[in-house]
């Protein structure tokens, strides 16, 4: 059997060595158009900003290695260039000689993944300092042009993980750093409860923020930037950190069915509507194990484990690709974020309404420990069936732990209703004796047998915004939070002892504020015959 993978970054190497080490006799070649393969690239803003010092240390197979080792042909600087399913051959292209050549193959599998994208901004193209980062020699650039030219100033397009990486790996350069957003968010596609705290801390951390705002034009080789309204902005440096776009170019070309986004749609098996052509990675549309329906498969983790798999199905094991749920994990300065599956706002633009929502903040140990700290923890679950649909959380410990627990209860089909019985390891310096996937349990449980009614904001009734109570539980100095302007205020510590100041012939509403203070009020309000709801934002 001869094998050919196109793209050596992530999927391509992981599939190629585990078919080696399955299948002795298989004919493996690797072709990829750039300098490396198995480039570890979400390492590169941390070798950018001096944490990782070693370049070599970011690439974790050479082609030397490979074919000493796995006897695998790895041709690098290698672009294929056309793909003849009929005949099963490729066209391929010697990037450094310029010579053409035929390659056939029994199994193809395409591993090209996704590129930056480039805004399309008048004058961008002109800019001589404006940079992505996605290959090694991307990071070659950026660190090369940071030496000879010396920037003061960096502006960032784009606020999403990539952007807030690269961010924090200019400030460790001693650079003043902005990034322009057009949305009124940082952190996409976390929601709101994570977002804010993000902002915080780059503010914190001196990165100027201008959100809801886009760059109209781009003048003086990239070092003048025109807003759209009308301001002008000044810089050294450019990045752009505006998102991806699969590298599906050759696959569309050849007749493979693609989504309207240009993913290539593959099935269980990993194969594309063309016999013995497969796909892995960034480039490919897959489903989600959450909801069934279609869903872009990125991260370099997925990538590396549909690889594995594939190289077993190619060589005769009965397994199907179940799905992906999506999890991933960023470094904000001294913050973590993680997620699981999906955000609200990604549901809501799904269509996807029959949801609820938790959100807690819980200490990351036990509250006596030294350092413990606040766990921010968003979960999101199907109304009545109480099926898991996403998490994030947010905060300096044992983050990436609470949402990796929750994946593994999504993978085993668990439930909110399920959560509170997970057994979780406890010990002061680690957690609580209730860990936050039980408490987000316990809430949602409640939540789902009505001993705690919740209403999104849009939903409150127009003559309640007129006649209702709305009662702020805020302590003293605390400031106000949420869209809802209270009409009552009364710290949850006093609620109890002024519990007759809240009238009981008008509909109470418990304004929106972070963490379980709006469902202890209800318990109190409740245990006094007053029925209180709270406010989702």
């Given at each position: 059997?001869?094998?050919?993978?196109?793209?050596?970054?992530?999927?391509?190497?992981?599939?190629?060595?585990?078919?080696?080490r399955?299948?002795?006799?298989?004919?493996?070649?690797?072709?990829?158009?750039?300098?490396a393969?198995?480039?570890?690239?979400?390492?590169?803003?941390y070798?950018?900003?001096?944490?990782i010092?070693?370049?070599s240390?970011?690439?974790?197979r050479?082609?030397?290695?490979?074919?000493?080792?796995n006897?695998?042909?790895?041709?690098?600087f290698?672009?294929?260039?056309?793909?003849?399913?009929?005949?099963k051959?490729?066209?391929?292209?010697?990037?450094?000689?310029g010579?053409?050549?035929?390659?056939?193959?029994?199994?193809?599998?395409?591993a090209?993944?996704?590129?930056?994208?480039?805004?399309?901004?008048?004058?961008?193209?002109?800019?001589n300092?404006?940079?992505?980062?996605r290959?090694?020699?991307?990071?070659?650039k950026?660190?090369?042009?940071?030496?000879?030219?010396?920037?003061?100033?960096?502006?960032?397009?784009?606020a999403?993980?990539?952007?807030?990486e690269?961010?924090?790996?200019f400030v460790?350069?001693?650079?003043?750093?902005?990034?322009?957003?057009?949305?009124g968010?940082?952190?996409?596609p976390?929601?709101p409860?994570?977002t804010?705290?993000?902002a915080?801390?780059?503010?914190?951390?001196?990165?100027?923020?201008i959100?809801?705002?886009?760059?109209?034009?781009?003048?003086d080789?990239?070092?003048?930037?025109i807003?759209d309204?009308?301001?002008?902005?000044?810089t050294?440096?450019?990045?752009?950190?505006t998102?991806?776009?699969?590298?599906?170019?050759?696959?569309?070309?050849?007749g493979?069915?693609?989504?309207?986004?240009?993913?290539?749609?593959?099935?269980?098996?990993?194969?594309?509507?063309?016999?013995?052509?497969?796909?892995?990675?960034?480039?490919?549309?897959?489903?989600?194990?959450?909801?069934?329906?279609?869903?872009?498969?990125?991260?370099?983790?997925?990538?590396?484990?549909?690889?594995?798999?594939?190289?077993?199905?190619?060589?005769?094991?009965?397994?199907?690709?179940?799905?992906?749920?999506?999890?991933?994990?960023?470094?904000f300065?001294?913050?973590?974020?993680?997620?699981?599956?999906?955000?609200?706002?990604?549901?809501?633009?799904m269509?996807?309404?029959?949801?609820?929502?938790?959100?807690?903040?819980?200490?990351?140990?036990a509250?006596?420990?030294?350092n413990?700290?606040?766990?921010n923890?968003k979960?999101?679950?199907?109304?009545?069936?109480?099926?898991?649909?996403?998490?994030?959380a947010?905060?300096?410990?044992g983050?990436?732990?609470?949402?990796?627990?929750?994946?593994?209860?999504?993978?085993?089909?668990?439930?909110?209703?399920?959560?509170?019985?997970?057994?979780?390891?406890?010990?002061?310096?680690?957690?609580?004796?209730?860990?936050?996937?039980?408490?987000?349990?316990?809430?949602?449980?409640?939540?789902?047998?009505?001993?705690?009614?919740?209403?999104k904001?849009?939903?409150?009734?127009?003559?309640?915004?007129k006649?209702?109570?709305?009662?702020?539980?805020?302590?003293?100095?605390?400031?106000?939070?949420?869209?809802?302007?209270?009409?009552?205020?009364?710290p949850?510590?006093?609620?109890?002892?002024?519990?007759?100041?809240?009238?009981?012939?008008k509909?109470?509403?418990?304004?929106?504020?972070?963490?379980?203070?709006?469902?202890?009020?209800?318990?109190?309000?409740?245990?006094?015959?007053?029925?209180a709801?709270?406010?989702?934002?």
């Open positions: 059997m001869k094998v050919l993978v196109i793209g050596g970054i992530a999927g391509g190497p992981s599939f190629a060595t585990r078919l080696r399955i299948n002795e006799d298989a004919e493996i070649i690797i072709f990829e158009r750039g300098a393969i198995s480039v570890a690239s979400c390492a590169l803003p070798y950018l900003g001096g944490l010092k070693d370049r240390a970011v690439i974790e050479t082609p030397e290695i490979l074919k000493q080792k006897n695998i042909d790895v041709r690098l290698n672009e294929v260039t056309q793909i003849n399913p009929d005949d051959t490729v066209a391929v292209k010697n990037l450094q000689t010579d053409t050549y035929t390659e056939d193959y029994d199994k193809l599998v395409i090209t993944g996704a590129s930056p994208t480039v805004p399309e901004i008048s004058g961008i193209h002109d800019a300092n404006a940079f992505v980062l290959a090694v020699t991307d990071a070659d950026i660190k090369s042009f940071i030496d000879e030219k010396h920037p003061k100033t960096v502006t960032v397009l784009g999403g993980s990539i952007g807030i690269v961010s924090e790996a460790d350069n001693q650079m003043d750093v902005t990034i322009i957003e057009q949305t968010h940082v952190a996409a976390f929601d409860e994570i804010d705290i993000v915080d801390e780059l503010k914190k951390q001196g990165v100027h923020v959100l809801n705002e886009s760059v109209k034009e781009i003048q080789h990239g070092h003048t930037l807003l309204d009308g301001s002008v902005h000044q050294d440096m450019l990045f752009l950190g998102g991806v776009k699969p590298n599906s170019e050759i696959a569309g070309a050849a493979i069915s693609l989504s309207d986004d240009h993913h290539i749609i593959v099935d269980n098996h990993l194969q594309t509507n063309i016999s013995d052509i497969y796909a892995i990675g960034d480039v490919i549309e897959t489903t989600s194990l959450i909801t069934g329906k279609p869903i872009p498969s990125l991260l370099s983790s997925a990538a590396n484990r549909q690889g594995h798999l594939l190289a077993d199905m190619l060589n005769g094991s009965p397994l199907e690709y179940k799905g992906f749920i999506s999890a991933g994990v960023s470094k300065f001294d913050l973590t974020a993680s997620f699981v599956g999906f955000t609200e706002q990604t549901l809501q633009q269509g996807i309404t029959n949801y609820r929502t938790v959100f807690i903040t819980p200490f990351d140990r509250y006596f420990y030294p413990a700290d606040r766990v923890f979960l999101i679950y199907e109304d009545q069936t109480g099926k898991i649909l996403g998490g994030q947010v905060g300096r410990n983050i990436d732990k609470r949402i990796a627990e929750l994946s593994v209860a999504i993978t085993g089909n668990l439930t909110a209703f399920d959560l509170p019985s997970l057994e979780i390891p406890y010990s002061p310096p680690y957690s609580s004796t209730r860990d936050v996937l039980n408490i987000a349990g316990y809430v949602a449980i409640n939540q789902l047998t009505n001993q705690s009614a919740t209403i904001i849009n939903d409150i009734p127009d003559d309640d915004l006649n209702a109570v709305f009662l702020d539980i805020r302590e003293a100095g605390k400031p106000v939070t949420g869209s809802i302007k209270p009409t009552l205020n009364i949850l510590s006093e609620l109890r002892e002024r519990i007759d100041e809240v009238p009981k012939d509909k109470v509403y418990i304004t929106f504020r972070k963490g379980l203070g709006p469902y202890n009020a209800t318990r109190v309000l409740a245990g006094k015959g007053i029925n709801t709270m406010i989702e934002e």
